[in-house]
């Protein structure tokens, strides 16, 4: 039942935004309406990222425009919205981890693997100055456009037990996402690299079948890992990337004042994203250590660099197997 409401509801959506464009386009009163969503809740970065973009489309836009954005997941999942935006109904802009458009382009991948980015100071200069720029140029063709990247939660080792320094990774097994990217990383770091589905990590831990994981603060909060592995091994193997998409066919439907308009609305929105939630993202882990549920721990600068040259081989070939040397070789450039 909630299946097909979801689909009526989607439906009904998309017919009205399909005609509410129309009507503008052909230069009536009625307005151009856009449609975001996101399945998270509307506390969350990404639905007031969307907020923001709206706010700021409708300041650079002189002509009569409505935007609406969902949360919660009441038009579906990322997944849905994809592929909505590609075919240029229902959803005309929304965030989405990058994985969700590789089935058009491999590279997306190469967003946002481990040990990709040398710091945070490297990862925003990558994404202001679109280290990404031929990903974006072919989904465009695809159907889809990146008009702004946010992301920046940074993600660390949440370990039943303390370490000092790499030398104790050998024996931790860590629980690790399905992609063989993964787990060739880790595992190349020096862990025992095991993959478990997501909802099974809690009592895994628990049970021992994994020492941890490795994410974000936002999940070790949500999900309350702390209970069951409260050391926080400060790595920052990975800054998230997470692209906002709009549907280029409903783009390019647009007169060209709108389609300026949500370019440089996306960009300054994507900036505020990223700067939100990297201090969010920080702000989160001191507060979960001031009420005593984790205890941060800093590995040696030399540790960290370790960890960086023993992962490389394994990102190399990543890029290798799906074609995105030209992105690995433009990252690495502005480090």
Sequence with gaps: MKKFLIVSLVLIIGFGTL???????????????????????????????????????????????????????????????????????????????????????????????????????????????????PIKEDLIKKGLRIVGYGGGGTRNLILNQPVKGTEDFPNILLRVMGSPIQANVFNAVGFKATPLDYLEVYNGIKTGVVDGLENESAALRSMKFYEVAPNIVLTRHAITVRPLFFSEKRFQSFPKELQDAILKAGEEAAAWHRATETREDAEALKEMEAEGKIKLIELPPEDLARMQAAARPALEAFAKEIGAEEILANVDSMR
């Design 19 to 133: 005609f509410a464009g129309a009507q503008g386009e052909a230069g009536a009163e009625r307005p151009i309406r856009l449609v975001g969503a996101t399945h998270l809740p509307a506390d969350y970065v990404f639905y007031r990222m969307m907020e923001v973009f709206a706010e700021k489309v409708k300041e650079y836009y002189d002509g009569p425009i409505e935007i609406e954005v969902h949360h919660s997941g009441d038009l579906g999942q990322e997944k849905d919205f994809v592929e909505f935006m590609i075919e240029g109904i229902s959803v005309d802009f929304a965030i989405a981890a990058p994985s969700w458009a590789a089935t058009w382009d491999k590279r997306v991948s190469f967003m946002d693997p481990p040990f990709l980015f040398k710091d945070l100071d490297h990862w925003d200069r990558a994404l202001s100055e679109d280290a990404f720029a």
